[in-house]
């Protein structure tokens, strides 16, 4: 059988791999919210799991080779995730469900306009220290 799936433009990501403290906890914190936003479950094992989107997937690893227990947002490496996230209304969703699944809202008092006024925007951080970014669609 040959496969008629486009092959992505050279540049494009292919994957990103988060190493967790806890698989199971990164579970339940990542995977609504990925499947929410249209990624599908794509790989399984006693390790880690992965979420697909396009041609792009992401992987979180419970690996042994682990030196910590929390990411530190601040420090140098990955900052943050940020995605497409749909209307206003849909940011404001994810946002409370992100809450009541352990992410916590970063920059509350200038919520949902941390990035500037002309950005609707969600910034959360999980419990073990990773920052997301829940972007609006605009009309401009």
Known sequence: MTDHTPTPPTGTLHHVEIWVPSLTR???EWSW???TLGYTPHQDW???KSWRLGHTYLVFEQSPA???THHDRCAPGLNHLAFHAGTPHDVDI???KAISTGWTL???DRHPHAGGPQ???A???NTDGFEIELIAATDS
Do not use: I
């Open 123 to 125: 910034y959360l951080e």
């Open 106 to 108: 970063l920059f509350p």
């Open 33 to 35: 919210l990925l499947e």
């Open 66 to 68: 682990l030196t910590g």
């Open 119 to 121: 950005q609707y925007a």
């Open 46 to 48: 006693p390790g880690g």
């Open 26 to 28: 990164a579970t339940h």
């Open 94 to 96: 994810l946002t409370d």
